[in-house]
């Protein structure tokens, strides 16, 4: 499965966000879903996830309250709503594809396909 993350940019503190990964390939129904992050200079950490349906979601709780995962199935896409945003947000975005079940997953060694990857950047 290929995956296509979308919907980066400049936004001031704040300011809101929403990112988009639509696969290609086949259909990501089956697939737990998740979102990571890398900040220059750190290491990439977990964001949110997803389960098949959408009735299971976690987050860091960097991002809790603040960041919203959704999927739509139909549309073979997962979004990451993400609302007052702080310059602590700023990374490059990722999403990520497990074909194992719903495991609450929030390690990046769990998944199993990644999408390129799109740039945040929160200004002050």
């Known amino acids: 499965v290929q995956l296509q993350a979308s919907g980066g940019g400049l936004v001031q503190a704040g300011g809101s966000l929403r990112l988009s990964c639509t696969a290609s390939g086949r259909t990501i129904s089956n697939y737990v879903m998740g979102w990571f992050r890398q900040a220059p200079g750190k290491e990439r950490e977990f964001v949110a996830a997803i389960s098949w349906t959408g009735v299971s979601t976690i987050y860091a709780d960097s991002v809790k309250g603040r960041f919203t995962i959704s999927r739509d199935n139909a549309k073979n896409t997962v979004y990451l709503q993400m609302n007052s945003l702080k310059p602590a947000d700023t990374a490059v975005y990722y999403c990520?594809?497990?074909?194992?079940?719903?495991?609450?997953?929030?390690?990046?060694?769990?998944?199993?396909?990644w999408g390129q990857g799109t740039q945040v950047t929160v200004s002050s």
């Open positions: 990520a594809a497990d074909r194992k079940t719903w495991m609450a997953q929030r390690s990046d060694y769990e998944y199993d396909y």
